[in-house]
């Protein structure tokens, strides 16, 4: 399959999905299951596994930069697929506890309020314009296209890096608000 024809098969996909994750969160945070007859248990026990996680994607995303850094590629692939797999399991996760718990409402009060609604705004515009530039870099990579990569890559590793660390400074900052 020539490079060109790579990146067109899998444009549609990514239009398609930078969309779509988006508005399925946004739905799915409004949509409880217990609306639908399903009485399930608050998954109360998630949001410091996907915290956890999402640690866990920054310092991937991290090792990655120093693995390509160093010129080994196959290292630095395999990083970048875990730090892709985790960002899916983060968002499986997220989402099921939002479909089971209400939304936990920030207590904090003074510069700290305002700290905490920043860092949440920025996080959550970041994290879905994240979405296409993780999918656009990941392709040029597949369709070897490493100049084209490397380009996008200096763009979408500040911003995903971010948006995994403020995950984690927002569950942070919240959890003392959590009902258990």
Not at 28 to 41: C, R, S
Not at 99 to 127: D, P, W
Request: hydrophobic share 55%.
């Amino acid at each position: 399959m020539e490079n060109n024809t790579v990146e067109q098969k899998y444009n549609k996909w990514i239009v398609l999905l930078s969309i779509a994750i988006p508005v399925a969160v946004a739905v799915l945070f409004k949509v409880k299951l217990k609306d639908f007859g399903i009485n399930v248990a608050p998954l109360s026990f998630l949001p410091p596994i996907y915290a956890t996680i999402n640690g866990i994607t920054a310092v991937l995303l991290i090792l990655a930069v120093v693995a390509i850094k160093k010129g080994n590629r196959k290292r630095h692939e395999l990083l970048m697929k875990m730090a892709i797999g985790c960002s899916v399991a983060f968002l499986a996760m997220y989402v099921a506890y939002h479909m089971t718990a209400e939304s936990t409402k920030y207590g904090g009060e003074g510069i700290l309020r305002l700290v905490y609604f920043f860092i949440l705004l920025t996080h959550i515009v970041l994290s879905i314009a994240i979405i296409p530039l993780v999918l656009i870099t990941y392709v040029r990579a597949l369709a070897t296209k490493f100049d084209k990569h490397k380009k996008i890559a200096k763009i979408t590793f500040p911003i995903w890096l971010y948006v995994a660390v403020t995950g984690v400074i927002v569950y942070l900052m919240i959890s003392p608000y959590y009902v258990h």
